[in-house]
C-alpha cells in the first residue's frame, strides 16, 4: 500500500458572482484537487468548502440560496467539513449585514457586518499591513502579512466567533474571522502574492491534517 498522501479535494463554490477563478487556480497551483460546484451534489466528498465572493450581501445570499449552496455550507459546517469565506464568501457567513437590511446571512458565525467606521476613502482597495492574533494556525512568522483588499464593510463577530487577524482603515478593522473548522477572510488571498499563497498553503495543511487524523 503507498505511502503517499492523496491531494486535498476542495469544492470551490459556483454561485455567479465570485472571484472563482482566480481562487481556484491558486489552490490548484498549491497541490489541492479542486472542483468547481454549481449544485450541492456536485462538492459530494470534498474534504473542505471554499466559498469565494464580490459584491453585494443580499444579491450573494440570493444566489446562494436559489442554487441551494446555502444549504451545502450550512451541513458541511454542522459535520465539522473545513469551511473558508473569502471576501463576501466571508461575510454571508455572519447573521446579517447592513448592505441588505431584513436579509439573513447564513449564520454560521455569531455577529453582524457592518460599513467600515473611518474618515478614510471607501470602499479599501489595494494592499494592507494585516496583524494576526498570536497562535492562529495560518498566521505567518511574525503573525504580520500584507493582503489585497476590496471592500466598504467589515464582520463584527461576536462570541463564539473570533477575530483572527485585523487591518488597520484608522480603525481596527476586522481582517479574519472563525470559529472551529470555520474560518473567513475580508481580503483576497489569490490576488496578494506570495503571502496570499502561503496562507492558503497553511490552510490546505491545516485541512489535511485533520483528514490524516
Known amino acids: 500500500m503507498s505511502g503517499e498522501a492523496r491531494a486535498t479535494r476542495v469544492a470551490v463554490l459556483d454561485y455567479e458572482m465570485s472571484n472563482l ?22 462538492a459530494e466528498g470534498a474534504d473542505a ?11 450573494a445570499m ?11 455550507v450550512v451541513d458541511a ?5 473545513p469551511v473558508l469565506g ?11 449585514s447592513e448592505e441588505a437590511p431584513g436579509v439573513a446571512g447564513l449564520g454560521l458565525l455569531a455577529g453582524e457586518v457592518r460599513r467600515v467606521r473611518t474618515v478614510r476613502k471607501l470602499p479599501h482597495i489595494g494592499w494592507a499591513r494585516t496583524r494576526w492574533v498570536a497562535g492562529s494556525p495560518f498566521a505567518p512568522a511574525g503573525a504580520e502579512g500584507i493582503y489585497y483588499y476590496l471592500h466598504t464593510y ?9 477575530v483572527l487577524a485585523e487591518t488597520d482603515l484608522g480603525v481596527a478593522v476586522c481582517a479574519a474571522a472563525g470559529a472551529g473548522a470555520i474560518t473567513g477572510l475580508q481580503f483576497h488571498p489569490e490576488k496578494s502574492s506570495a503571502g496570499g499563497l502561503a496562507l492558503l498553503e497553511r490552510w490546505l495543511a491545516h485541512v489535511g491534517a485533520g483528514v490524516a487524523a
Open 86 to 96: 473569502i471576501c463576501i464568501g466571508l461575510q454571508v457567513l455572519f447573521e446579517a
Open 49 to 59: 468548502i471554499v466559498l469565494p465572493g464580490d459584491g453585494h450581501f443580499g444579491e
Open 21 to 42: 477563478r482566480s481562487a481556484a487556480k491558486a489552490l490548484e497551483r498549491l497541490g489541492a484537487d479542486v472542483r468547481i460546484a454549481r449544485a450541492p451534489d456536485e
Open 77 to 81: 459546517a454542522d459535520a465539522g467539513t
Open 62 to 72: 440570493r444566489r446562494l440560496r436559489a442554487s441551494g449552496l446555502d444549504r451545502l
Open 154 to 162: 467589515a464582520c463584527e463577530p461576536r462570541g463564539p466567533a473570533e
